[in-house]
């Protein structure tokens, strides 16, 4: 029997989502969350995918994840911590593709095309579900 690919897609973000990373990890408490490295990777590939030069500019992504109360440093920790962890990272990728996914339904549904705000439904960057 096979199981449709929404529901094995949504178990794994579930399983990512409620459990957060493994704690076998000793580091971790230096990473932020994996819910919060998904908002904040999925916010910049939506503004840049925008722009007309496909690019986001380094005032524009630090707006961002200031907004998302991350740094770069944050983003590049989190890859160095579980950029490994091959379960974790797939977790990830699936739930960023999830949410594009969605966007791009949402625009279909609105084709408004309404830009991005800083702010609106963010994921706090540190402790969420661990």
């Given at each position: 029997?096979?199981?449709?690919?929404?529901?094995?897609?949504?178990?794994?973000?579930?399983?990512?989502?409620?459990?957060?990373?493994?704690?076998?990890?000793?580091?971790?408490?230096?990473?932020?969350?994996?819910?919060?490295?998904?908002q904040?990777?999925?916010?910049?590939?939506?503004?840049?995918?925008?722009?007309?030069?496909?690019?986001?500019?380094?005032?524009?992504?630090?707006?961002?994840?200031?907004?998302?109360?991350?740094?770069?440093?944050?983003?590049?920790?989190?890859?160095?911590?579980?950029?490994?962890?091959?379960?974790?990272?797939?977790?990830?990728?699936?739930?960023?593709?999830?949410?594009?996914?969605?966007?791009?339904?949402?625009?279909?549904e609105?084709?408004?095309?309404?830009?991005?705000?800083?702010?609106?439904?963010?994921?706090g960057?540190?402790?969420?579900?661990?």
């Amino acid at each position: 029997m096979r199981i449709p690919a929404f529901i094995s897609v949504g178990a794994v973000v579930f399983s990512v989502v409620t459990c957060g990373p493994g704690e076998s990890n000793p580091r971790a408490d230096e990473a932020i969350s994996s819910e919060a490295f998904v908002q904040a990777y999925f916010q910049l590939q939506t503004v840049g995918l925008k722009s007309p030069q496909r690019e986001i500019d380094l005032r524009t992504r630090d707006s961002i994840l200031s907004d998302l109360g991350l740094t770069e440093e944050d983003l590049l920790t989190f890859v160095d911590v579980w950029g490994g962890d091959g379960e974790v990272m797939v977790g990830v990728w699936q739930a960023l593709d999830s949410l594009m996914r969605e966007e791009r339904s949402s625009e279909a549904e609105d084709p408004t095309g309404e830009d991005y705000e800083p702010g609106e439904d963010d994921v706090g960057p540190r402790g969420v579900g661990r």
